[in-house]
Structure formats: structure tokens, C-alpha cells
């Protein structure tokens, strides 16, 4: 059983950081792209940033600047750097990925969702 574990959430004043984290366990054979969205109440999940294995990143226009996707291959482990954090930013936040897991003989090409953890932006 393929698992995302986020974490680093939490309640931070405006212009603040956070450092969100997001393990990937399992057995796993591979991971490829591996991302980070979020959702406000009442909206839609949109992307923040993702992360193609050996491509080139991309950033949520209204993100651009402030936050800072990374990988630990090593680990399977994703981060998000969010500086400047602005109450827009406040939402859950997911962990998404796209790999390849072991299901006994076979390998299976599998997306996984995270459970989420929540970002709030506040004074």
C-alpha cells in the first residue's frame, strides 16, 4: 500500500514561512512527477507547484517568488518552501504524486493523493 504522509502545516502571521513536507511510502519501484496542490472552501483544487522527475518545475502564478518546491529522490520526500505568506495562501494543502508501485508480480502505474494538512494565514 502506496502512502503520502504531509506535514509542516499550521497557523502563521502574514509574511511568515512555513515548510510543508511530504513523505511517499510503500513499495514503491519509482516515483515520477510529484506535486502540490490546494483547496479553499468553497473552490476548486487548483495546482501550486510541481515537480516532473528531471524536468523543469512550475509555479501557480500567484506563488511565483515566494514558494519553492524540492524533492529528496533519496527519501521519496517532497518540500514546499512558502515564504511570504499571504492570507490568500490559507487552504489545505495535498501532496500528489505519480509513480510506480510493486503489486506482488506487477508494476502499476498508481497517482496517490495525500491526506492534507492545512495552511492558515492570519493575524
Known amino acids: 500500500q502506496v502512502q503520502l504522509v504531509e506535514s509542516g502545516g499550521g497557523l502563521v502571521q502574514p509574511g511568515g514561512s512555513l515548510r510543508l513536507s511530504c513523505a511517499a511510502s510503500?513499495?514503491?519501484?519509482?516515483?515520477?512527477?510529484m506535486g502540490w496542490y490546494r483547496q479553499s472552501p468553497g473552490e476548486v483544487r487548483e495546482l501550486v507547484a510541481n515537480?516532473?522527475?528531471?524536468?523543469?518545475?512550475n509555479y501557480a502564478d500567484s506563488v511565483k517568488g515566494r514558494f519553492t518546491i524540492s524533492r529528496d529522490n533519496a527519501v521519496n520526500t517532497l518540500y514546499l518552501q512558502m515564504n511570504n505568506l499571504k492570507p490568500e495562501d490559507t487552504a489545505m494543502y495535498y501532496c500528489?504524486?505519480?509513480?510506480?508501485?510493486?503489486?506482488?508480480?506487477?508494476?502499476?502505474?498508481?497517482?496517490?493523493w495525500g491526506q492534507g494538512t492545512l495552511v492558515t494565514v492570519s493575524s
Open positions: 500528489n504524486a505519480h509513480l510506480v508501485a510493486v503489486d506482488g508480480p506487477y508494476y502499476r502505474y498508481t497517482e496517490v
Open positions: 515537480s516532473p522527475n528531471g524536468g523543469v518545475t
Open positions: 510503500g513499495s514503491i519501484l519509482n516515483v515520477n512527477s
